[in-house]
């Protein structure tokens, strides 16, 4: 199993990213994938999810509004399309397969002025 995870940046507040994770290893389609997030000095959290199938996501309040999951199981990516972003909003942003034990090695986001 293998995810890597790309897009991540410098940005101003109230700027835009879009997060990639190109995933391998294992059947894509199948499984519900996540984004997680971990701010220096907290414990990592939850961000997005998404079916197997992209019908149904699923955000945490802190972004709900602002952020967008999807994916492609044709390309066996999933993204994270965000959106007024915020200071707070500073971290390593991860992607997950339900059930499957294995991390990417994140990418940072920083928004900053």
């Known amino acids: 199993v293998q995810l890597v995870e790309s897009g991540g940046g410098l940005v101003q507040p109230g700027g835009s990213l879009r997060l990639s994770c190109a995933a391998s290893g294992f059947t894509f389609s199948r499984y519900v994938m996540s984004w997680y997030r971990q701010a220096p000095r907290k414990e990592r959290e939850l961000v997005a999810t998404i079916t197997s199938g992209g019908a149904s996501t699923n955000y945490a309040d802190s972004v709900k509004g602002r952020f967008t999951i999807s994916r492609d199981n044709v390309k066996n990516t999933v993204y994270l399309q965000m959106n007024s972003l915020k200071p707070e909003d500073t971290a390593v942003y991860y992607c997950?397969?339900?059930?499957?034990?294995?991390w990417g090695q994140g990418t940072q986001v920083t928004v900053s002025s």
């Open positions: 997950k397969a339900s059930r499957l034990d294995y």
